[in-house]
Nanobody, 115 residues
Framework: QVQLVESGGGLVQPGGSLRLSCAVSRSIFSFNTMGWYRQAPGTERELVAAITNSGITNYGDSVKGRFTLSRDNAKNTVTLQMNSLKPEDSAVYSC?????????WGKGTLVTVSS
C-alpha cells in the first residue's frame, strides 16, 4: 500500500509563501503523475499542479506564475512552493499520485491565507 504524507501547511498572511512537501512511502520513479489538488469549503476539488515522471508540469490557471512544483525521485518527495499567496488560496491541499491507472491520495494539509 502506498502512503502519501503531506507537511508544510499552516497560516500565512496574504503575499506570503509556504512550501508543501509530500513524502511517499516507496519509490516514486515509476509513478506516472504526481501533484497537488485543493478543496475549499463548498467547492469542488481542483488541480493545483501536476508533474509527470519526465518532468512536464501542468498548473491550474489560478496559480500559474505563483506556484512551482518539483519532484525528487531520489528522495521520493514532491514539493509545492507557493508564493504571493492570496486568501482565495485557502484550502485543504492533498497530495496525489497516479500509477498504472491507480490513484493514491494523502490525507491533506490545511493552508489558510489571512491577515
Amino acid at each position: 500500500q502506498v502512503q502519501l504524507v503531506e507537511s508544510g501547511g499552516g497560516l500565512v498572511q496574504p503575499g506570503g509563501s509556504l512550501r508543501l512537501s509530500c513524502a511517499v512511502s516507496r519509490s516514486i520513479f515509476s509513478f506516472n503523475t504526481m501533484g497537488w489538488y485543493r478543496q475549499a469549503p463548498g467547492t469542488e476539488r481542483e488541480l493545483v499542479a501536476a508533474i509527470t515522471n519526465s518532468g512536464i508540469t501542468n498548473y491550474g490557471d489560478s496559480v500559474k506564475g505563483r506556484f512551482t512544483l518539483s519532484r525528487d525521485n531520489a528522495k521520493n518527495t514532491v514539493t509545492l512552493q507557493m508564493n504571493s499567496l492570496k486568501p482565495e488560496d485557502s484550502a485543504v491541499y492533498s497530495c496525489h499520485a497516479r500509477q498504472y491507472g491507480m490513484n493514491y491520495w494523502g490525507k491533506g494539509t490545511l493552508v489558510t491565507v489571512s491577515s
